[in-house]
């Protein structure tokens, strides 16, 4: 069993910043990449930011030179700082982990329940 715990949503003005967290824990044996994907009302989920274990970052166009993604292994959460956030940045924000677990030996995605972000003066 493996739970993810997003924290950090909540309602900002346009050009305000949030930081969202993202936790692991369970019987975790690896974790091989962590992510935020975000969905609209009436939108597909798209992927925002993507932070794997060997370093490598991927962001959305949308939002590239806004948000930051990053992530403290000891703790085995990652984090988006997100940046002079715009009325069309508003969604909910899902985190996700490429994960493998002991007992029994798997891999697969997990997603966490979503923290809602709403920017809007």
């Known amino acids: 069993q493996v739970q993810l715990v997003e924290s950090g949503g909540g309602l900002v003005q346009p050009g305000g910043s949030l930081r969202l967290s993202c936790a692991a824990s369970g019987s975790i044996a690896s974790i091989y990449a962590m992510g935020w994907y975000r969905q609209a009302p009436g939108k597909q989920r798209e992927l925002v930011a993507w932070?794997?274990?060997?370093?490598?970052?991927n962001y959305a166009d949308s939002v590239k030179g806004r948000f930051t993604i990053s992530r403290d292994n000891a703790k085995n959460t990652v984090y988006l700082q997100m940046n002079s956030l715009k009325p069309e940045d508003t969604a909910v924000y899902y985190c996700?982990?490429?994960?493998?677990?002991?007992?029994?030996?798997?891999?697969?995605?997990?997603w966490g329940q979503g923290t809602q972000v709403t920017v809007s003066s």
């Open positions: 932070l794997t274990s060997g370093g490598s970052t």
């Open positions: 996700n982990a490429d994960v493998s677990t002991v007992l029994p030996t798997r891999r697969r995605g997990y």
